[in-house]
């Protein structure tokens, strides 16, 4: 619960992973994967379907247990995956102030995310009822609401428009200059200029 | 702290929606009532029994809703958000126990008065009744967290964690019902001893079962 402003991010974030394995279900996925990040990096993890994108973003958000290797990390982490985590029920900016609440914003706040990914006009419409592209900005909503230093975004361009994916590539650019790190699992390419990248290889 | 809160306050809010303070209350004046269908109209062994049937009510009561206590949040990603932002288990399931126990225990003290009508019961009984719901409720709760944890990554959980949890509920099953002639105090001691362990421990169990869930 820091910060006060939309972006109040802490001037310094790092990240640094150090020789990471991660195993999932008795099958080594990847080893050896070692890189750092400073404030207004990006990095982007690339690889072939299955190859463990998605469990080293989990990895890193310390939701799965590291293998072998070291994590160290500086600042606050937001994670989108394929869940929205919104309930359902609530109509959309109600949903979303409960993160809000527990990240420390406002009512303001979740407005601002709203207009931010063209979804001012949804507020009032129940979760349940958007659409998968609805969905998706919703969730990176949920993520530029959340003040993190460090946004972990599982495919953020999946079923964008482009209008959507500009907002996006806006909005993960303002990220970086307010001194947050962006580390994104994507197909399609991301406006992240300098970005970092990573091809993860299936290990032998 | 107001993390807790906040937590309490969503989950008291989606279970008050599905289903809500209904459910238990009518689920609870529903086995009061066909009671005495069964046994026959006796008023003195309906005024004998019934305490106990209260008891046996009240843990079904706090098992239906067991299902949807945890395993639609680590369904939806809702646990995977509180741990990203470094909130921990304990907590999280020490909120979702506060809110289920809200969710049925003072609703229930409140249906045992018509229940207890329904059953012949006195005065003196309903009293007893009444403090050993107040003092046992909590440990069903804490019990219904837990078990719900353990189940939650399992296909149609509702049955075995039934399975898990009434066997759990012998020790306040035995000394709530028991508290009812007991006029010493004793075994409400021993059902407030149980119940507080159970709330002592179900924390740091259900905590480890929903760090379980995420792999």
Redesign the interface.
């Known amino acids: 619960?820091t910060g006060k402003g939309q972006h109040a991010q802490s001037p310094i974030s790092g990240l640094m992973l150090r020789n990471i394995a991660c195993v999932r279900g008795g099958r080594m996925l990847f080893t050896g994967v070692s890189f750092t990040l400073g404030s207004g990096d990006a990095l982007i993890l690339a690889g072939p379907n299955g190859v463990g994108k998605s469990s080293l973003l989990r990895l890193m958000?310390?939701?799965?247990?590291v293998y072998a290797g070291e994590i160290s990390r500086k600042g606050?982490?937001?994670?989108a995956?394929?869940?929205?985590?919104l309930?359902a029920?609530l109509p959309l900016a109600k949903a979303l102030s409960?993160?809000a609440?527990?990240?420390g914003s406002d009512a303001q706040g979740v407005y601002a995310a709203l207009a931010s990914f063209g979804l001012s006009h949804l507020a009032d419409v129940p979760v349940r009822m958007l659409s998968t592209g609805q969905r998706r900005r919703a969730t990176l909503a949920r993520i530029l609401l959340?003040k993190a230093d460090i946004w972990l975004l599982d495919e953020p361009g999946n079923g964008l428009d482009t209008a959507a994916l500009a907002q996006l590539n806006h909005a993960m650019a303002q990220h970086r200059a307010a001194g947050g790190i962006v580390i994104a699992a994507s197909h399609q390419p991301l406006d992240l200029p300098g970005a970092a990248a990573l091809t993860l290889e299936a290990a032998e | 702290m107001?993390?807790f809160f906040?937590i309490l306050r969503?989950d008291l809010r989606?279970s008050l929606?599905a289903g809500g303070l209904g459910l238990p209350v009518a689920f609870f004046l529903l086995v009061a009532t066909l009671y005495p269908f069964a046994v026959g109209p006796d008023g003195a062994l309906l005024a004998r029994t019934g305490g106990g049937v209260l008891w046996v009510a009240a843990l079904l009561a706090a098992l239906l809703p067991i299902d949807r206590l945890i395993a639609p949040d680590a369904e939806?990603?809702?646990l995977?958000?509180y741990?990203?932002?470094?909130?921990g288990e304990e907590l999280v399931a020490a909120a979702k126990i506060t809110a289920h126990w809200l969710s049925f225990g003072p609703p229930l003290m409140l249906a045992a008065i018509p229940a207890a009508a329904l059953l012949r019961l006195e005065g003196s009984t309903l009293a007893a009744v009444e403090l050993g719901l107040l003092a046992g409720t909590p440990g069903l709760a804490a019990l219904g967290v837990m078990v719900a944890s353990l189940t939650a990554g399992l296909r149609r959980s509702g049955a075995l964690a039934g399975l898990l949890m009434l066997p759990l509920a012998v020790p306040l099953i035995i000394f709530g019902a028991g508290s009812i002639g007991d006029f010493s105090g004793g075994a409400l001691r021993f059902l407030a001893a149980s119940s507080l362990f159970l709330v002592a421990v179900a924390p740091f169990a259900a905590g480890a079962g929903i760090r379980a869930l995420?792999?």
């Open positions: 619960m958000a310390g939701l799965l247990p606050t982490l937001a994670l995956d394929e869940h929205m985590a309930d029920r409960y993160w609440k527990l990240d959340s | 107001s993390a906040q969503r989606l929606s939806h990603g809702v995977d958000q741990a990203v932002r470094g909130v995420r792999d």
